[in-house]
């Protein structure tokens, strides 16, 4: 039996040895990775809003300051509620607070409100600029608008910009012989134009004169009603 020397155990091929430095070279670059790979990490910010009020808050907290909460408002923060049956137009702005409004959505309504602007129906809470769509339709169930309300104002308004009426004199106009009259005589008749005009002096030719005032009627384009606006003004002659 050949004897195995304990050098044998420590020799390797070719092959070993290459796989050896291999292993050595994966298991050092795996070791150094995170030193090249630092992954920074920030919390999403969903507005500028609301990063001034993060950067607010870490001031504070730095300079040793207690946070006032309620001065800060969080848009992913859910305000306590309490739905009611209200009245758009004339809510105050303590009830759109209950109602579980942030400050600004109030003010942007208030002043909405102030402008002349108005809640015709329950529909257009959706409008509202700031307004979540979560919250509207939380709200909108809840809208009742005084219809009365809102005609009064609008008669309101209707009767503070309304022009004052002024009455004009009926215009009177010149009788004419209807078969000597020229086309500018005939023009100046209410509802005659260049048109009409043209089309009756080339009818009472065509007739060779017309024998009563009812044979203006058959004028192609003379509707009944300009007819009977220009009869009183129609003379009849040879």
């Known amino acids: 039996m050949q004897k195995i020397h304990w050098k044998d155990y420590l020799s390797f091929s070719k092959k070993e040895r290459t796989a050896i430095i291999v292993l050595t070279v994966l298991i050092v670059f795996i070791m150094a990775l995170p030193w090249f790979i630092k992954p920074e990490f920030e919390p999403p910010l969903t507005d500028t809003e609301t990063a001034k009020q993060m950067a607010a808050l870490d001031m504070q907290q730095s300079s040793g300051m207690p946070a006032r909460r ?104 010149t009788k004419i012989n209807i078969n000597t009259a020229t086309e500018e005589e005939w023009k100046s008749l209410p509802g005659i134009g260049d048109v009409l005009a043209k089309r009756i002096v080339k009818f009472r030719t065509a007739k060779k004169g017309f ?17 009977e606006n220009i009869r009183p003004w129609l003379l009849l002659g040879e």
């Open 70 to 173: 309620d001065s800060l408002s969080f848009p992913n923060e859910s305000v306590p509620a309490t739905l009611f049956y209200f009245d758009p137009n004339t809510i105050d702005a303590a009830g759109w607070e209950k109602l579980g409004l942030r400050e600004k959505t109030i003010q942007t309504i208030l002043n909405y409100r102030s402008k002349g602007g108005s809640f015709r129906n329950a529909s257009d809470i959706h409008k509202i600029y700031g307004l979540k769509k979560a919250d509207a339709d939380r709200l909108e169930p809840f809208i009742k608008i005084e219809q009365a309300n809102t005609y009064s104002q609008n008669n309101a308004n209707e009767k503070k910009y309304a022009k004052p009426f002024k009455e004009f004199p009926k215009k009177t106009f």
């Open 211 to 227: 024998t009563s005032i009812d044979d203006i009627k058959k004028t192609y384009g003379l509707t009944d009603s300009v007819f």
